[in-house]
C-alpha cells in the first residue's frame, strides 16, 4: 500500500533530481535542496497532475514541508479557513 507520505517522497525525488531515501518525513523542502522558482513550479505541476485538482494558491504559500507535500496530495488544505 502506498502512503500519501511516500507519494510525496516520490513526487520531490522525481522533481529535485535527488534520491528518494535521501528524503526524511519530517524534512523541509527548501532544505533538501535549493529550490528555484522552476522546480517549485514542477511541484505545483505534479500535485496538480495527481489530484486532478489546481492547488489553491494560500497553500502552495504555505507549503514547506514533505508532510505539507503528502497534505496536498490527499487533498487537505494548509491554509486555516476563514
Known amino acids: 500500500m502506498t502512503t500519501s507520505l511516500?507519494?510525496?517522497k516520490a513526487l520531490l525525488?522525481?522533481?529535485?533530481?535527488?534520491p528518494?531515501?535521501?528524503?526524511?518525513?519530517d524534512a523541509n523542502v527548501g532544505d533538501l535542496r535549493e529550490v528555484d522558482s522552476l522546480m517549485f513550479e514542477g511541484i505545483v505541476i505534479e500535485i496538480e497532475n495527481a489530484?486532478?485538482?489546481e492547488a489553491d494558491v494560500m497553500d502552495l504559500l504555505q507549503l514547506r514541508t514533505v508532510r505539507d507535500v503528502a497534505?496536498?496530495?490527499?487533498?487537505?488544505?494548509?491554509?486555516?479557513?476563514?
Do not use: F, V, W, Y
Open 6 to 8: 511516500s507519494r510525496a
Open 13 to 18: 525525488s522525481k522533481c529535485l533530481l535527488i
Open 20 to 25: 528518494e531515501d535521501h528524503i526524511d518525513d
Open 51 to 53: 489530484t486532478g485538482a
Open 71 to 82: 497534505k496536498l496530495l490527499d487533498g487537505q488544505p494548509l491554509s486555516i479557513p476563514d
